[in-house]
């Protein structure tokens, strides 16, 4: 993100972003030569090439295969990509969706891990995004293998009921999703209340005061008006989540000096 002056850049939580690449690598048994800290740099050094004015979007992408032949990975290393692209933020422009509740299900620990990020499991979102966009709604929300609400295509879901702010833990078929773990922990130490994490049911989609998704790609903090056509809340941003979102937009534009460590 560009800071308020748009002179200087912060990459949002880059150690974390790193990290979470190192351990779904982990899990795929994807092997690399480079450590968090050489990442991290690279991160940097890249930015550094380019004097940059505006929101980038940046995607480590590791790959097998380049010296590889045949579909089975072997104890070969991983290459590692790095990319910018300019990406605007949509925090503050109004933006809400409309989603549906996808008849596509959400993958699960037992055959494709939502907790690796893996371009793979992305065929996932695509099927239930573009079904969505097909049926005439923005986006679309994914229920798990147990029926409970698991995350939208590119975001994770929260909902708020009768004052309390409420999304499903990670157990639930969801990525383990770096913005949700900060908004939790802007919404403990600045709002005062603490976020429930629990399976949350369909039906409770269709009488919430308010929901919405994040990510850091997948629209920040984005209300969601409508689910299946039933309006939500006032069918406007909520008073929570207009709440959330500015401190998520402090935060991540340096404008929150106790959350500098994360930039
Ligand atoms: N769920 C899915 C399926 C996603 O693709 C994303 C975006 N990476 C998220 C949740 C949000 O994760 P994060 O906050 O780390 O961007």
């Known amino acids: 993100y560009v800071n308020d002056s748009r002179e200087a850049v912060n990459v949002f939580r880059l150690q974390d972003h ?31 090439a380019t004097p940059w004015h505006e929101d980038i979007y940046l995607r480590l992408l590791a790959f097998e295969g380049y010296d590889v032949v045949g579909a089975w990975p072997t104890d070969a290393r991983a290459n590692i990509l790095i990319n910018a692209v300019p990406r605007p933020s949509t925090m503050g422009t109004g933006r809400t969706k409309s989603c549906c509740v996808s008849s596509w299900r959400r993958i699960s620990d037992e055959s494709m891990p939502p907790r690796v990020k893996a371009s ?33 295509t590119g ?27 900060t908004l939790i922990q802007l919404v403990k130490e600045e709002l005062g209340v603490d976020p429930v994490q629990r399976p949350i049911d369909r039906t409770e989609l269709y009488i919430a005061d308010e929901i ?21 809340g006032s069918g ?9 979102q500015s401190l998520y937009r402090d935060a991540v534009r340096g404008l929150a000096p106790r959350r500098s460590e994360w930039l």
């Not at 690399?32 to 890249?46: G, H, I, K, N, R």
């Not at 793979?120 to 679309?140: K, T």
């Not at 994040?214 to 903090?221: H, L, N, P, R, Y």
């Open 155 to 181: 975001a994770c879901v929260f909902v708020v009921r009768d004052g309390a702010l409420i999304t499903p833990p990670v157990t639930e078929s969801i990525l383990e999703s770096i913005t949700r773990a």
């Open 236 to 244: 406007e941003i909520g008073p929570m989540t207009e709440k959330i």
């Open 120 to 152: 793979a499991n992305y065929l996932n979102s695509r099927n239930a995004y573009l079904q969505a966009a097909a049926d005439g709604y923005d986006d679309a929300i994914m229920l798990n293998q147990t029926g409970h609400v698991a995350e939208c």
């Open 18 to 48: 790193v990290r979470r690449l190192l351990q779904s690598m982990t899990i795929l048994r994807l092997h690399t030569a480079f450590a968090a800290a050489d990442l991290e740099l690279a991160v940097v050094e890249l930015l550094g």
């Open 212 to 232: 919405f998704v994040s990510g850091t790609g997948g629209g920040e903090v984005t209300p969601v008006t409508s689910v299946d056509r039933y309006q939500v």
